[in-house]
């Protein structure tokens, strides 16, 4: 059932002119909020609209005086480091409102055998 699901409806990347999945391409000095993260905020094996950062957005951009577009620069596997590495190279290029960031939980906390 669930398999038939998907196979009926299949999960669409789509990346923008640098190769985001993001549906904003993007454009110099534009006012936007950046989301970084792993897989988890590129969405893989979700559709973008069910993404924390894309509901997230959405929800900050209800309120007309908030709009901004949808930066999503994270990548699939990226550690903190190449994620910085990510901000570093796009923060100057646009005008950045906010920046949102997700890391996994366990990287956060001690581990426990």
């Known amino acids: ?3 038939n699901y998907y196979l009926d ?3 669409v990347y789509k ?3 640098y190769g985001y999945r ?3 391409n993007f454009k110099k000095g534009d006012v936007v909020d950046i989301y970084l993260g792993c897989s ?3 969405g ?3 559709p973008l609209d069910d993404t924390w950062s894309f509901l997230l957005h959405n929800k900050l951009n209800k309120h007309e005086k908030h709009h901004t577009n949808f930066v999503n620069l994270a990548q ?3 550690g903190i480091e190449n994620q910085f590495r990510q901000l570093i190279n796009w923060v100057d290029f646009f005008k950045v409102k906010n920046i949102f960031h997700y ?3 366990k990287y956060l906390y001690p581990q426990h055998p």
């Open 1 to 3: 059932k669930d398999l």
């Open 9 to 11: 409806n299949p999960i």
């Open 15 to 17: 990346h923008n002119n």
């Open 22 to 24: 993001t549906p904003y």
């Open 40 to 42: 988890f905020t590129v």
């Open 44 to 46: 893989v094996g979700q």
């Open 76 to 78: 699939g596997g990226e």
């Open 103 to 105: 890391h996994p939980y």
